[in-house]
């Protein structure tokens, strides 16, 4: 069955503090691999496509990486304005889109 | 440019009836897909239309359906309101059918009561 996974469920970080956000995925086969950005009462912003094993992608202090399977969101030295839920979403090789759960992070000044 | 649009914001239905959402996409984008977040449940895919055809379904009874027409607005229908209907209903819209650069809307906040 396909599935995507999000660790942590929730990150508390010091402001500077840098940390990675997981996302680990069983599926038949990939055709993308998504990082949104979800603040309270938005619908998600877009950040990152990834397609292929070993593809890496910045924005800012962001930067994701991407496995066989998993990827990693990197952010270095966030500020609080970092705070939000971070989604993760795959498109199956029969364009199915499957979101993980999200990880809710929050930037303490 | 405009962002993606969605109407209304917030509703309040009672069980039993139905509703109609509206998604209004970035101009020059031909696909909207529909989602569905609870707490619970997440995100999860409802359906994705593209040149006024369904291209693409979830794992949702046929109380939710949806169309799109030739000016690339879509509307989704849910028919006989559950309690478990009660969510965000987000759009997405993108330049072109499995596109991944996907743009949400706000979202229409249903709640059935």
């Known amino acids: 069955e396909d599935q995507v996974t999000q660790s942590p469920e929730a990150l508390r970080l010091q402001e500077g503090e840098s940390s990675s956000l997981n996302c680990s995925y069983t599926?038949?086969?990939?055709?993308?691999l998504f990082w949104y950005r979800q603040d309270p009462g938005k619908g998600p912003e877009f950040l990152f496509t990834l397609y292929s094993a070993g593809e890496e992608k910045e924005k800012e202090r962001l930067k994701a990486t991407l496995t066989k399977k998993e990827s990693f969101l990197h952010i270095t030295a966030p500020k609080p304005e970092d705070s939000a839920t971070y989604l993760c979403?795959?498109?199956?090789?029969?364009?199915?889109?499957?979101f993980g759960p999200g990880t809710s992070l929050s930037v303490i000044p | 440019k405009a962002g993606v649009t969605q109407t209304p914001r917030y509703l309040i239905k009672t069980r039993g009836q139905q509703v109609t959402l509206s998604c209004s996409p970035i101009?020059?984008?031909?696909?909207v897909s529909w989602y569905q977040q609870t707490p619970g449940q997440g995100l999860q895919f409802l359906f994705e239309y593209f040149s006024e055809t369904q291209r693409n379904k979830g794992n949702f009874p046929g109380r939710f359906s949806g169309r799109q027409f030739s000016n690339s607005r879509s509307e989704m229908n849910v028919s006989t309101l559950e309690l478990g209907d009660s969510a965000l209903y987000l759009c997405?819209?993108?330049?072109?059918?499995?596109?991944?650069?996907?743009?949400f809307g706000p979202g229409t906040r249903l709640t059935v009561t």
């Open positions: 101009s020059g984008h031909r696909s």
């Open positions: 979403a795959l498109k199956t090789s029969y364009d199915k889109v499957i």
């Open positions: 599926v038949s086969g990939l055709r993308g």
């Open positions: 997405a819209s993108s330049l072109a059918l499995a596109a991944y650069e996907q743009y």
